[in-house]
T-cell receptor, first 112, second 117 residues
C-alpha cells in the first residue's frame, strides 16, 4: 500500500533562517506531488506541484521554492524565512486523475 | 477555472442527529470527480467520500452519504447519527477529469462542524 511521510511535524525557526521540509511517498511510482499551506482556520492554498522529477510548477510567487530530486521525494525550501511564512504545511500525492489526494500529517511552522 | 463554494462557514448539530453540509461548484466540464475531506483538530486531512461525475448513484460510506445533483452542480454531504468524533473542518474538493494546471484540483474554504453533546 502507498504511504506518505512528511517531516518534521513541528518546527520553530527565527526570521531570516533557512527552511527545508521533506516529503516522501512509498509504494507508488511517478506520483503527482503537491505542497499546500493552511493558515489557522482557513482553507488550503496550493504552493507548488510536480508531475515528475525536476518539474515544478509554482502557483503563488513568494520566497519559498520546491524541488523534486527523486521520483518520490518533494522538498519545500526557503533561504530566508519571513514571519508571514508561519502556517501549517501539507504535502500530498495523487496518481490517476480519478484518484483523490492523499495527504501527509503536516508540518506546523512557526517563524519567530 | 473551476470554483468550489461552501456557503456554511460553521454548522452545529446535536449528537446523534443528522446534518448536511453544502457544496456547489462551477465547471464547464462533464468529466470530473468530487471529494469530501475531514480535518479534525489534529489537522490531518482524511478522505471521507468520493463521487465520480459519470455515476448517477450517490456515494455512501457508512454514516456518510452525498447528494450529488449534477445539473445543479451541487454535492452535499450528509452525516447521520452524528458523533463527537465527527467534529472537524470539512472540505469539498473538485478534480478535473482532463487534468490541466495542478490537475485541476480545487478546494472549497471549508465548513467547521461542531457536535453538541
Amino acid at each position: 500500500s502507498q504511504t506518505i511521510h512528511q517531516w518534521p511535524a513541528t518546527l520553530v525557526q527565527p526570521v531570516g533562517s533557512p527552511l527545508s521540509l521533506e516529503c516522501t511517498v512509498e509504494g507508488t511510482s511517478n506520483p503527482n506531488l503537491y505542497w499546500y499551506r493552511q493558515a489557522a482556520g482557513r482553507g488550503l492554498q496550493l504552493l507548488f506541484y510536480s508531475v515528475g522529477i525536476g518539474q515544478i510548477s509554482s502557483e503563488v510567487p513568494q520566497n519559498l521554492s520546491a524541488s523534486r530530486p527523486q521520483d518520490r521525494q518533494f522538498i519545500l525550501s526557503s533561504k530566508k524565512l519571513l514571519l508571514s511564512d508561519s502556517g501549517f504545511y501539507l504535502c500530498a500525492w495523487t496518481g490517476l486523475l480519478s484518484s483523490p489526494l492523499h495527504f501527509g500529517n503536516g508540518t506546523r511552522l512557526t517563524v519567530t | 477555472a473551476q470554483t468550489v463554494t461552501q456557503s456554511q462557514p460553521e454548522m452545529s448539530v446535536q449528537e446523534a442527529e443528522t446534518v448536511t453540509l453544502s457544496c456547489t461548484y462551477d465547471t464547464s466540464e462533464s468529466d470530473y470527480y468530487l471529494f469530501w475531506y475531514k480535518q479534525p483538530p489534529s489537522r490531518q486531512m482524511i478522505l471521507v467520500i468520493r463521487q465520480e461525475a459519470y455515476k448517477q448513484q450517490n456515494a455512501t460510506e457508512n454514516r456518510f452519504s452525498v447528494n450529488f445533483q449534477k445539473a445543479a452542480k451541487s454535492f452535499s454531504l450528509k452525516i447521520s447519527d452524528s458523533q463527537l468524533g465527527d467534529a472537524a473542518m470539512y472540505f469539498c474538493a473538485y478534480r478535473s477529469g482532463s487534468g490541466g494546471g495542478a490537475d485541476g484540483l480545487t478546494f472549497g474554504k471549508g465548513t467547521h462542524l461542531i457536535i453538541q453533546p
